[in-house]
C-alpha cells in the first residue's frame, strides 16, 4: 500500500490544490434538483450548533427560487471550494475538540467534514447567495461511511461542494446516497432525501 504523505492526504476530509484548472472548467448539467421529502430529525450536531447559533437556525428564506446558474456563479463555486479546502486542515472532533459530532466553524484553522461545510455556506452567504440554495446535507459514501457535504441550488439542477474534492460536481455524479439535508425554507429545519439510518458525520477519512 501507497504510504506517503500524498497518499495519506488524499484520503483525508481535505484535498487542497489538485489539477487547478479542472475546477474552471464548464459545468456538466445535473440531472435536476434532489427529490426532497418531509420533515426529519435533525442531526446532533446540528441541534447543538444551533444552540450555540440561534439566530442562525431560525432564518426563513422569502425568495426560494433557485440561483441562476452563470459562469460568474460557477466560477465563485470553485473558488469558494479550493480555498476553503487549502485554509482548513483536516482533524477529527475528537482531537480537535474531545468529543464527536462538534459542529461548528472552523475559525482554529482546523475542522472535519461539516466544518468544512459551514465555512463554505457562511463565505457563500456573505457573498450575496440565499441561504435558501446553501443547504448542509448529509450523504452516506460508498464504503457506507457517514459524510456532510454543502448542496447548492441552481435553475441548472443541484451541485455538491465537497471537501473531499476541489472539483464542484452535479448531485448525481458523487456516488453518494443522500439522505437529508437542510430545508429550504427553514435554517433550523431539514428533510428527507432517501430512507437512511442515522450516521455520525464527523470523520476526516
Same mark, same amino acid.
Given at each position: 500500500m501507497?504510504? *506517503? ?5 488524499? #484520503?483525508?476530509c481535505a484535498v487542497?490544490g489538485l489539477?487547478? *484548472?479542472?475546477?474552471?472548467?464548464v459545468?456538466?448539467?445535473?440531472a435536476?434538483?434532489?427529490?426532497t ?6 442531526p ?9 447559533h440561534p439566530?442562525?437556525?431560525n432564518?426563513?428564506p ?7 446558474? @452563470?459562469?460568474g ?6 473558488g469558494?471550494?479550493? #480555498? %476553503? ?13 474531545g468529543?464527536?459530532?462538534?459542529? @461548528? ?16 455556506? #457562511?463565505?457563500?452567504?456573505?457573498m450575496g ?7 448542509? @446535507?448529509?450523504?452516506r459514501?460508498?464504503?457506507?461511511e457517514?459524510?456532510s %457535504? ?16 476541489d472539483k ?6 458523487t456516488?453518494?446516497?443522500y439522505?437529508? #439535508?437542510q ?6 429545519r431539514?428533510?428527507?432525501i432517501?430512507d437512511?439510518?442515522q ?7
Amino acid at each position: 500500500m501507497n504510504s *506517503s504523505p500524498m497518499a495519506r492526504m488524499l #484520503r483525508l476530509c481535505a484535498v487542497a490544490g489538485l489539477a487547478i *484548472s479542472a475546477h474552471w472548467a464548464v459545468p456538466a448539467w445535473a440531472a435536476g434538483a434532489m427529490t426532497t421529502g418531509g420533515l426529519t430529525s435533525q442531526p446532533i450536531g446540528h441541534y447543538d450548533f444551533c444552540r450555540s447559533h440561534p439566530s442562525e437556525c431560525n432564518i426563513r428564506p422569502t425568495d426560494l427560487a433557485p440561483a441562476k446558474m @452563470t459562469g460568474g456563479l460557477w466560477r465563485k463555486l470553485a473558488g469558494v471550494t479550493a #480555498r %476553503v479546502n487549502a485554509a482548513v486542515k483536516p482533524m477529527s472532533d475528537l482531537d480537535n475538540y474531545g468529543k464527536d459530532e462538534v459542529w @461548528t466553524y472552523p475559525d482554529n484553522g482546523f475542522g472535519d467534514c461539516e466544518d468544512y461545510v459551514l465555512e463554505k455556506r #457562511r463565505q457563500l452567504y456573505r457573498m450575496g447567495m440565499s441561504l435558501a440554495d446553501l443547504l448542509i @446535507t448529509v450523504v452516506r459514501k460508498p464504503d457506507g461511511e457517514g459524510h456532510s %457535504v454543502l448542496t447548492v441550488r441552481t435553475d441548472k439542477g443541484d451541485y455538491v461542494l465537497d471537501n473531499l474534492t476541489d472539483k464542484v460536481k452535479a448531485w448525481d455524479a458523487t456516488g453518494y446516497r443522500y439522505l437529508k #439535508r437542510q430545508a429550504i425554507d427553514n435554517t433550523g429545519r431539514w428533510v428527507s432525501i432517501r430512507d437512511g439510518q442515522q450516521v455520525l458525520v464527523g470523520s476526516v477519512q
